[in-house]
Each structure stands twice: as structure tokens, then as C-alpha cells.
């Protein structure tokens, strides 16, 4: 990478965002260069540790199953799988942002949700397949909308697929290269990038500068200074190397920002996972069973209502109950009914504590005997009649508690009982750059900054207060096409 060189379109980072940036402004003929700050070994940013979840609007299994082409006629036949509409889907991001977030950003997430997938599908070669997480009922295989597919081999498979498309179509990516700054010319366009590898700092111009590299989670001063006060003591679920100095770069030369600075997506994990995200584990410490039973504090008493959301939509609310408890720690406890229901992730990681009865579980986890069996007693007693419905909202809940249950309540008394310890994990920050629909980075004055554009993680304005499972993906994909594609046709 010589200093001379110049690149149509230069693309900061090299997570699903990023690449599709990438790939979308090769695809228009520019020349482009990718600057991963990861060392190669550990590259693809956050997407890497994700389950490879993609969100997007449909209007039924047929349109779906054309992005699986490979699945049977016998797993067809026990298939329930109804449409998620762009109303719906809108209707969803709306809602869980309290209305806040930005229509136009939405409208265009939205429409081009199915397009894109199909696009990665035909022109980058990503296979999908099933969400094998997906609950099972009675034998029949129930999809939650909008929760249908997943990147084949997950986060990390998503990856391999991407990188091996840019290495097929020519696309530069150097590891180990940290943006350090800009280049901008005399009205303020952007019109490179200085970057640091092996200690030393060179500028690379031009035409176009694409920034993908995701937001602060992984600095635990930035997650003090806009999370709050003991936030950077959280474990981290993916890349320790999203530390958001792009975004303050960017700040620097007049971008504005947009989103909430002061949330982010956060989300039970195994209490013994690492500091930071371990690339060959990718998201296996999650512990996201949390409706399937109950969860009490160090205390020994339940703290939050398990059963208000589907963890698509409210995984956000439970990790950040769980990191309001005495040190950040809960367990999460079932028994012999709901254990052998939990997803998969459960079997990697810390062991599970397994006692008889309710006084040995308590030893074993350092709590109060008496305090764990009022807890479980007062919890079965509260459990309504019914029948479980792990598909729907089904409002069989625990009558008269304090905190309630509102949905998938039931009674806890099958011995052997089963128990993990948890924590929260920060998976990505809400705050980002104001884009405008075309994916340009836009400054105080809401006009785009020439030659800079941005996607997935780095950008704002879509999530404010909870966040819907698949969507940060697919967001990346959408706009990192967009984003690719118009930066090259600027260069041009």
C-alpha cells in the first residue's frame, strides 16, 4: 500500500457492513480499498459475532424458501411460517423506538430489505439458511416473523462468504490499519483517509470515503462518558476493536450525530465469558432462554418481568435489569420442563448448577435458602392454568407478582433443577452519524459532507430505546449497498 496510491472509494472497516460497501462500489467499477483495524486473524468486526440473523420484510414462506432453494419437501410440510409485511416491519422499528426514529431511514431499511438479500444472494454468492433456533412445537416448525433466516454458518460464515467474494472481485483489504483522520479538500469534502499500519501514519487519497467501522461498545471510556456510570466495567460480546474514534474523527470535520448516544443493545450472557468477544466462540456465551423460566438476583428474588417480550424484541430490557442487580449478575433458573428447551448456546461456556431441591440450589449458588424457596413458591402458586404457547404472546402468566409475568409462565417443579449464572454483555451502541437516505454522512447544517458516506453500525437515527433481532444486519447490508454504490458513482 503505497502513498501514492489512489483508490476510488475507500472503505473504513470490514464488518458485513463495510464489505457490503465494498462489494457494492466494485460492483459500479471503482477501485476500492478496505481498512480493517483487526489484525487478520480475528477481521469482521461485529458481524462476526452475531448469529447471522437477517430481518426482512416478505410477504410469506414462498418468498422466503426462493433464498433457500435447498430445503425439502419434508421440512416444508411441518414449516408454519406466515408473512412479515414492510407495515409490519416499519410498524416494529417505529414502535420500539418510542417514534423516534427517522421515517426516511426506515422507509429505505424497509423496502430494501428483500431486494439486498436477494443481492447478496445472486451477485456475492451468501447462502442462508433456516433459523434453526426457531421454537418447535408439537413437531411443527414455528417461525416468529421477520426471525425466518440466517447467514449460513452464522455471524462468522457470513464473513467467510463475503471476504472470499471480495477476494474473487479484486477488492483490497489490508488488516492491522487504523483510520486515523482525513483528508479533506478546501470546501470540506472528504477526499481520503490517514491511516496508521506498523507504526507509521500515510495518507491515501480518494474519491470517496465509506466509514463501516461501527461504534464505540468495545471503549470503556466512551461507554462511561455516554452510558453512565459503571458501564465500563461490561463485558463486551463482539469486536474489542469497534472503540469509535472514526466517529469522533468524522465529528471533527463537521459531521452530526443522531441516535441514542445514551442506549445501547445489551443482552444476557454467561457469567464466565471473556472481557471481550472470542472470535471462535462468536455469540455461544448468549443465555437468551430467560422466558422459559425464571430469574432472581444474588438475593434470591426475581427482579424483572421474563416473560414481557420475545428476546428479538426485549433482550435489550433484560440485560440492562440484569446489570441494575447487586453486580451485575442474576441466574437464570428452570427445571426439568424448560431446561431441555433452551437454545443451544447454553451447552458452551460456564456449567450449569443442578440440585434437587430448592434449599441445595441455593447453597450451591451462595443465596439465602429461605429467600429462594418463598421466591419459587410464590411464583408456582401465581402460575395460570393453561396452555404454553411459546409462538405467540399467549398471556399465561403469574397472577399478583411483584415484579409479573406476563406471558409462558410456568410452574417450576420438576427436580432436578438447573440454574446459570449470568451477567450482561454489550453487543453495539445505539449513537451514531446523521445519513440522509442516500447513506451521506451529514453535518450540523443537515447537508451531506461530500465524499463521505457511512452504514451499519457507525450511522443513527433508527434505534432509540429497544432493538429488533436481525435488523442492525440487515441495516448494514441495505445501506452498505447503497452507501458503496454512491461513493463510487462520487469518485466517478
Known amino acids: 500500500m503505497a502513498e501514492q496510491d489512489r483508490f476510488d472509494v475507500i472503505v473504513v472497516g470490514a464488518g458485513n457492513a463495510a464489505m457490503c460497501a465494498a462489494l457494492a462500489a466494485r460492483e459500479e467499477g471503482a477501485r476500492v480499498l478496505v481498512l480493517e483495524k483487526a489484525p487478520a486473524e480475528v477481521k469482521g468486526g461485529n458481524s462476526a459475532f452475531s448469529g447471522g440473523l ?13 433464498l433457500v432453494p435447498d430445503t425439502t419437501p419434508a421440512e416444508v410440510a411441518r414449516m408454519d411460517m406466515g408473512p412479515y409485511t414492510a407495515e409490519t416491519y416499519s410498524d416494529d422499528l417505529i414502535r420500539l423506538s418510542e417514534g423516534r426514529a427517522d421515517p426516511e431511514l426506515v422507509r429505505v431499511l424497509v423496502d430494501e430489505s428483500y431486494d439486498t438479500m436477494r443481492w447478496m444472494q445472486t451477485r456475492l454468492g451468501v447462502r442462508w439458511e433456516l433459523n ?28 467467510q462468504q463475503l471476504f472470499h467474494a471480495a477476494e474473487g472481485q479484486g477488492v483490497d483489504v489490508v488488516c492491522s490499519a487504523s483510520a486515523v483522520g482525513f483528508l479533506t479538500d ?23 470515503v465509506v466509514l463501516g467501522s461501527g461504534g464505540f461498545q468495545a471503549s470503556p471510556e466512551m461507554r462511561a462518558r455516554y452510558l453512565g456510570p459503571g458501564w465500563d466495567r461490561m463485558k463486551v460480546r463482539g469486536s474489542r476493536y469497534n472503540t469509535g474514534e472514526v466517529l469522533d474523527r468524522a465529528r471533527e470535520i463537521g459531521a452530526f450525530t443522531s441516535g441514542a448516544w445514551s442506549r445501547s443493545d445489551s443482552a ?61 449478575v442474576a441466574y437464570q433458573i428452570f427445571d426439568q420442563q424448560t ?55 399467549d398471556g399465561k402468566g403469574a397472577v399478583g407478582l411483584t415484579p409479573p409475568r406476563s406471558n409462558w409462565a410456568r410452574r417450576l417443579d420438576q427436580p432436578p433443577f438447573v440454574a446459570y449464572r449470568v451477567t450482561t454483555t454489550i453487543l453495539f451502541t445505539y449513537g451514531g452519524l446523521a445519513v ?57
Open 54 to 66: 437477517f430481518r426482512f420484510a416478505h410477504q410469506g414462506s414462498e418468498d422466503v424458501l426462493s
Open 339 to 393: 431446561a431441555p428447551m433452551v437454545e443451544g448456546p447454553y451447552a458452551v461456556g460456564g456449567r450449569p448448577v443442578i440440585a434437587d431441591t430448592w434449599e441445595e440450589l441455593a447453597h450451591e449458588l451462595s443465596l439465602d435458602p429461605e429467600t429462594l424457596r418463598n421466591t419459587m413458591t410464590e411464583f408456582n402458586a401465581a402460575v395460570q392454568d393453561g396452555v404454553l404457547n411459546l409462538n405467540i404472546k
Open 436 to 492: 440522509d437516505p442516500e447513506a451521506r454522512v451529514l453535518d450540523g447544517a443537515y447537508e451531506p459532507i461530500p465524499g463521505l458516506f457511512a452504514t451499519g453500525e457507525a450511522i443513527g437515527g433508527l434505534y432509540y430505546r429497544h432493538f429488533s433481532t436481525g435488523s442492525g444486519l440487515m441495516l448494514g447490508s441495505v445501506f452498505g449497498r447503497i452507501a458503496g454504490a454512491n461513493a463510487a458513482r462520487h469518485a466517478g
Open 268 to 328: 444476557p450472557a454467561d457469567l464466565d465469558s471473556p472481557d471481550a468477544g472470542v472470535l471462535t466462540m462468536g455469540n455461544l456465551y448468549s443465555r437468551n432462554s430467560s422466558r422459559l423460566g425464571i430469574m432472581v438476583n444474588t438475593e434470591g428474588r426475581r427482579f424483572t418481568d421474563e416473560g414481557a417480550d420475545f428476546h428479538a424484541t426485549g433482550g435489550v430490557e433484560l440485560g440492562q435489569a440484569i446489570w441494575a442487580q447487586p453486580d451485575g
Open 186 to 208: 478546501d470546501h470540506g469534502g472528504v477526499c481520503g483517509v490517514r491511516v496508521k499500519t506498523g507504526g507509521e501514519i500515510q495518507s491515501l487519497e480518494a474519491g470517496a
Open 132 to 159: 434453526r433456533q426457531s421454537p418447535r412445537q408439537e413437531d411443527r416448525d414455528t417461525f416468529l416473523p421477520g426471525n425466518e433466516l440466517t447467514a449460513w454458518g452464522g455471524g462468522a460464515g457470513l464473513m
